[in-house]
C-alpha cells in the first residue's frame, strides 16, 4: 500500500485517481484521502439516475466539497458525461476505478481528473501493508509467520488479507485447523495451512461466491478448473473446462479485474481458490479432477509434470491413477525410489494392485528391498528379466539363467551373462547371438556389448574391452531393463583378474557417479570398490569405503551378493592385519550363506578371501564344498587357462595356510604349467606358487623370492608379495638372507599403505548431483530440492549422501565446501 501525504485539496501533488482490481483497497484508500481533506466531501455511488446525480454536483459546488466516486466504473455513459463536465468546470474530485477501462466517456473523465493530481496504481500489499491490516483486524503484535502466511494466502489482496486476519482474530480458521487439518506451510498450522485445505472465513466464501454468481457459465467452468492452482498451460485448462483459449484467457481477464487472481500472477489467489473448492459438491470435485486428468494426458504433457500436477491438487480419480501409473513406469528406471511413491499414488487413487505389480517390483529389485512376485503377472518378458535379477542379487546366477533361458531380446543379452558366470560358454554364444539385432531392433548398444563380453569367457582379457564399452553405453543410454549385475561391477571383477586396478576403480567410480543400475548396484560398486583397493593393498581407502557413510538406511537390505562380498571385504581386511577375531566374526556371518553353494565364476577372486580365510580358521571342511563348485565350474567352461589359474592360486594359498608342503607343491606344478597361456598376473601367480612350494620346503633363493614378489606387487597383489617375502625371511637359516628378506617385505608394505590417489578426490559428480549441489549452497532444504526436480525426499538424501562419500566429507562444513570447489556447481 503506498503512503501519501496530507493534502488540502487535490491537485498537482496529490492523488485524484485510484487504480486497482477489486479487493485491491481502492475503497480504504478513498477513505483515506478523504480523512485526510479539509474541506467537507460528497460522496457518489454509481449507477446513480442523472438526477440524483445533479443534486449531488450542485450541492457539492456550494460546499466547496470535494466529490468522491467509488467504482466508476459502474457508472452509465450520462453519469460519466456529467461527472467529467463538472470536473471541467473546476470541481475537485477523487476517482476510484478498475484497471481496465472500456468506455470512452469513463476514459474521458479518467483523463480529466487525473490531470489534476497524480494517478495512485494499486497492487499487491508487501509485509508491511499486510501488517497494518492485520493489526485493524484485531490481532496484536502479529509475528513475522503469520503476516507472511495471510500475504501468501491472500496474494497480498487488501479484501482477502482482511477477511483472512479478523478470522484468525477471531479464532476461526485456528479453530478449523485444531480440528484436524494437517500444517503444511508452518509448523504451527494457521491461514496458509487452513485455506489450504479449503477451511476459509464465511466473509470470504461469500465474497467469492458474489463475484462468482456474475460469470458465464463457460467462465465459471474455467474457474473451476484454475481453483486446482495447476502449473499448465491454457490449452490444458481450455480442454478441461470445454471451453476455447480465447474463453480462458477472457475469463483470467475477468477475474483478475475482480480480484480473484493478483496482479502480476496468472493463478488465482490461493484463499480465493480454496474458498471455490470447498463450495463445490463432491461428485463435482471428482468429475473435474477427472476432467483435468483427462486434459492432461491428452495434452501429450510428460508423465511425470502430468501427475506432479495432479497430485498437487490432491486428484483421487481413475484417470489420474493411470497417469501417476505412467509417471512410475517413467521414472522405475531412472528413480526407482520416487517410482514406488507413485506406484502408491495409483493404487490409492483407484489403479489395480495388479497392474502396476510388475513395475513396482522394477522399481523395487532396484532399491534392494524384499520382493514378493508369488501373484505378480504381466509381461512375461518384464517378469523373467525381474526374476532373474533378484537371483543374481542373491548370488544364483544358475536360477537368472534358467528364468532367461528362451528370452528374447533384450534378455537374451543378460542370459548370456548368467550362463557364462555358471561356465557355460556356448550357452553364452547362442544368447549373445539372440541378442544381437539390427540397427531398429530391441537390444540396447549398453547390453549388446555385454552379451559379446560374455561370449568371450574363455578369454577374460577379451572380454574386458567390451565390458568397457558396454559400461560407457550404459552411462550414456541407461538401458530400460533390471540389471542382474551392472557392465560397471562386471567390468570391476574381470579387471581385478587381470590386474588392472587402474580401470577397475575408473568403471566403479563411473558407475556410482552416473548411478547405473539404481541404489543397490550403487551399494555393489562402493563395495567393489572397497575390495578392489583392498586387493591392491590400500587399506584405508577400503575401511572408508566400507563405512556405511552418512545414510546408514542405504544399508538396511543388502542382497546375499553383497553379504558375501562384504564379509570377503572383513575377511580379507582381518587376514591382512592378523586380527583373528575378526576373521572368525566374518566366516562366521557367511558360513550358512556359503553353504548354498551360490558361487559363480565372477566372484572367485571374492570367494578367494573367504576360502583361504576358513583355511586359517582350520574350517577347511566347510569351504570344500565352495571349491569344489568353482573346480566343476571351470572344467564346464573347458579349463580356459585365466580361471585354471585363479582357481589353482586359491588351492594354493589354502596349502600355505595349513602348511602343507607336499599338496602345495603338487598344486603348483599345475598351476606352472596352466599359468603361461594365460596373461601377465597368472603368470606371476605361477612363479609365485612354484616359490611358496619351495619356501614351505624350507628351500629359500633370495633373489628368486625378491622377484617373484615383485612381479606379485607389479600385477596389483602386494599383500601376496610381502607375505611370501616374510615367509620366506622366517624360514631362512641365513641371517644376512634373513636380514634381507624383511628389508624387502617391509618396502612392500609401505608400497602397500601408500599407494594410489585419496579416494573422494576422485569422486566426479553427475549432472544430476551438481543440479542437487547448487540447490544445497543456496540453503534449500531437501523437500525443497525434490519439488524442484521431482524427487522424493528420501531419494534427495541419498543424492546427497553419495556426493558427501564421493567427496570424501565427514561434515556439513567439509561438504559446503567441496560443492564450491566442484567443477560445475558454482558458475
Known sequence: MQAHGQMTTPGADATTVVV?????????????????????????????SDADLDLVLTDARAAGAVVIVDDAHHGQPSSWRALAAAARAGQAMLIARRPVVRAVELADLDQVVAAAGTVDQLGPLDAAGVAAVVTEAGVTEPDEDTIEEIRTASGGMAAVAASLATATSRGSVATATSRGSVATATSRGSVATATSRGLVPAALRARVQRRLAGLPADGAAVTQVLALLLDVPDSVVARAAGVTVATVADTSNVLQERGMIAPGSASLIPAVAAAIRTDLPVVVRRQLHDRVATALLDSGTDPLLAAVQLRRARVRTPTAAVAYARAADHLRFRDPDAAVSWYDAAVEAGAQPAAVDLGRAEAATQLGTPVDLTDVSGEPARLAIVVAAIAAQQGRWDRAAEALADADRPGAALAAVAWAATGHPERAGDAACRARTEPSGGTPEALARLAEAAAGLAEPEAMLPLLIESAEAAQRTPPDVVLPDSPHALGALVAGLAGDVSTAERLLLAGLAAGVGGPVTARRHQLLLAFTRMRAGRYDTAAAELAPGPDPTAWDHPTARDQLLAAALAAGMARRSGDVARMREAWNGVETQLARRAVDLFAIEVLEELVVTAARLRRMVRAQPVMDVLDDLVARAGDPPTWVVAVGWIRVQVAV??????????????????????????????????????????????????????????????????????????????ATAARRLLEHARGLSAAEVGGGEQRGRAGVLSEREIAVGRMVLEGRTQREIGSQLYLSPKTVEHHVARMRTKLDASSRAEFLAALREHPGVVD
Open 657 to 734: 595356510a595349513l602348511e602343507d608342503a607336499a599338496t602345495a607343491a603338487t598344486l603348483a606344478g599345475e598351476l606352472a604349467t596352466a599359468a603361461p597361456l594365460a596373461g601377465p598376473r597368472q603368470r606371476a601367480q605361477g612363479a609365485a606358487a612354484l616359490a611358496w612350494a619351495d619356501v614351505l620346503a624350507g628351500k629359500v633363493d633370495v633373489d628368486r623370492v625378491c622377484s617373484v614378489a615383485g612381479d606379485l606387487a607389479t600385477n596389483q597383489l602386494p599383500w601376496d608379495a610381502s607375505r611370501l617375502v616374510g615367509q620366506a625371511a622366517i624360514r631362512t637359516t641365513d
Open 20 to 48: 486497482g482490481v477489486d479487493g485491491a483497497g481502492r475503497s480504504r484508500r478513498l477513505r483515506d484521502l478523504a480523512a485526510a481533506l479539509d474541506r467537507p466531501v460528497r460522496w457518489v455511488t454509481l449507477p446513480s
